[in-house]
């Protein structure tokens, strides 16, 4: 097994060919960090009955 010097040290590391780690941690060229947060394209609040619906 080859010694990636992107890892952590833990030795556990399982990091893919874009630099991301099984852990969440992801290479930002210089070191391992925590991986931005993924907005989505359109987040819509969830749908609420109206007030006058009743469940069936």
Known sequence: M???PR???SGT???DPAG???CGQQWDGQK???APAIQ???AEPM???APN???P
């Open 2 to 4: 080859n010694e990636d």
């Open 7 to 9: 890892c952590c040290g």
């Open 32 to 34: 391992m960090s925590a």
């Open 47 to 49: 749908a609420l009955n």
């Open 53 to 55: 619906e009743q469940a």
């Open 20 to 22: 991301r780690c099984w």
């Open 40 to 42: 989505p394209e359109r």
């Open 13 to 15: 590391c399982i990091i």
